[in-house]
C-alpha cells in the first residue's frame, strides 16, 4: 500500500506444533501404554493428534476433509463457494456449523460468521493485509449481520451481499467431529490441538486427570498458568499472534463488526472451557471482543468456564477453576468471579 510500511508478523510452524497457538497440553501415559500421534497442517495452523488406543490418521484425515469444506481462502472449498454463487445446497457438515453458529450469535453477539466482507477486506491473516479506507469499512459493514444468512432445509441464501467467515468456529466444529472419530474408534484417551483449540478426549492410561496449560499474552515462550480437567474442549482468543503493523499500529485478527476494524479491548486473552467445541471456539472470541464489561454475561453462563486475561494482568477465572489453577507467575492477581 502506498505511502505506508506494513509489515506482517508470522507464528512460525515449529511454535504452533510445539505450543498449539495459545495452549499447550500436557497428557503422560503410562510405560505400558504409549501414544501414537500424528500432526497436518489445516486450517491456517498445524493440527496434532495425539491418540491412546486407536489410529490417530482417522482423526487427521477427518480434519483434513473438512478443512475442504470450510476453508474461506480456497476457491474450491463449499464456504467460497458460497460466498461467490450467494448461497447454494450445503453439505451436512456446513449446515450443522452455519446453523450452531447462528444460534450461538442470537445469544453472544460479539462473534458472527457473517462478518466475512470485513475480514476479506483487511486480509489480516493474508499475503497482503491493508489498512482499508472508512468508506471501504462501510461499505463492507453493510453486509453483516445473521439476518442476511437465510436457511431453508439443506439450502442457504445470502442476502445484501454477505460474505461468511467461519474462522471463529471451524476449529471448534473439527473437535466436534474429531471427538466422534474417537468415539467410534474406540479410543481410549486423546489430545487433539488445532492451534487456539483443543480437545481433551477420554481417560488417561494412568487415571489422573488432564494438565492444560495457557500460555503467557505477553511472552509466547512462557506460560501464565496451568489447570486441571477432564474431558472438555478449550479455546483461547487474543490478538497476541496473529496481526499486521502499519505505520506503527497493531491490527488484529479479530474483528468488532459493530465497527468493521479491529477489535478494541481491555483483554489479551480469553479462555473458554465446555463439552462442545464450536460453542467454546465461537465463545472465547465473542469474550476476548466483548472485554471486561461484558465478562458478567459469560461468567453466569454455567455451561461455560472462564479464563479472561486483563490489560492490567488481572486473571478473571469462574469458580470451578479456583482449585484447580497453578499460576506459573505469581506476580499476576487471580480474581474468582462469585
Known amino acids: 500500500m502506498k505511502g505506508r510500511r506494513i509489515k506482517l508478523l508470522a507464528v512460525s510452524f515449529a511454535v504452533l506444533v510445539l505450543a498449539a497457538g495459545a495452549l499447550m497440553m500436557f497428557l503422560k501415559g503410562d510405560k505400558s501404554s504409549e501414544a501414537r500421534e500424528k500432526t497436518v497442517f489445516a486450517m491456517d495452523t498445524a493440527c496434532t493428534a495425539r491418540v491412546w488406543g486407536a489410529d490417530p490418521e482417522a482423526v487427521t484425515d477427518e480434519i483434513n476433509r473438512l478443512d475442504r469444506i470450510f476453508d474461506c481462502h480456497s476457491g474450491e472449498s463449499e464456504i467460497s463457494r458460497l460466498n461467490s454463487d450467494g448461497g447454494g445446497r450445503l453439505s451436512a457438515e456446513a449446515g450443522e456449523l452455519i446453523k450452531a453458529s447462528l444460534e450461538l450469535t442470537g445469544q453472544y453477539p460479539q462473534a458472527d460468521i457473517s462478518i466475512g466482507a470485513v475480514t476479506k477486506l483487511w486480509n489480516v491473516t493474508g499475503k497482503d493485509p491493508k489498512v482499508p479506507s472508512d468508506s471501504e469499512i462501510q461499505r463492507a459493514l453493510k453486509s453483516c449481520g445473521c439476518e442476511n444468512i437465510k436457511l431453508d ?114 483483554l489479551v486473552s480469553a479462555t473458554v472451557i465446555c463439552d462442545n467445541g464450536l460453542k467454546s471456539d465461537q465463545l472465547s472470541t465473542a469474550v476476548f471482543i466483548g472485554g471486561t464489561k461484558k465478562l458478567g454475561e459469560f461468567f453466569a453462563d454455567k455451561s461455560i468456564k472462564l479464563i479472561a486475561v486483563d490489560t492490567d494482568g488481572n486473571i478473571h477465572i469462574s469458580k470451578e477453576l479456583e482449585d484447580k489453577i497453578t499460576l506459573e507467575d505469581k506476580q499476576h492477581k487471580m480474581i474468582v468471579e462469585k
Open 153 to 266: 432445509g439443506d439450502s442457504c441464501t445470502l442476502e445484501n451481499n454477505a460474505q461468511i467467515d467461519v474462522g471463529a468456529a471451524a476449529k471448534g466444529y473439527a473437535l466436534d467431529r474429531a471427538r466422534q472419530v474417537l468415539i467410534d474408534s474406540k479410543a481410549g484417551a486423546a489430545v487433539v490441538s488445532m492451534g487456539s483449540s483443543s480437545l481433551v478426549f477420554g481417560k488417561k492410561p494412568d487415571a489422573k486427570p488432564f494438565t492444560v496449560a495457557v500460555k503467557d499474552p505477553s511472552d509466547k515462550h512462557r506460560l501464565l498458568l496451568k489447570f486441571m480437567a477432564d474431558e472438555c474442549f478449550v479455546s483461547t482468543s487474543g490478538g497476541y499472534e496473529r496481526f499486521f503493523e502499519a505505520d506503527g499500529k497493531k491490527y488484529i485478527h479479530i474483528f468488532d463488526k459493530t465497527t468493521g476494524r479491529p477489535a478494541e479491548t481491555d
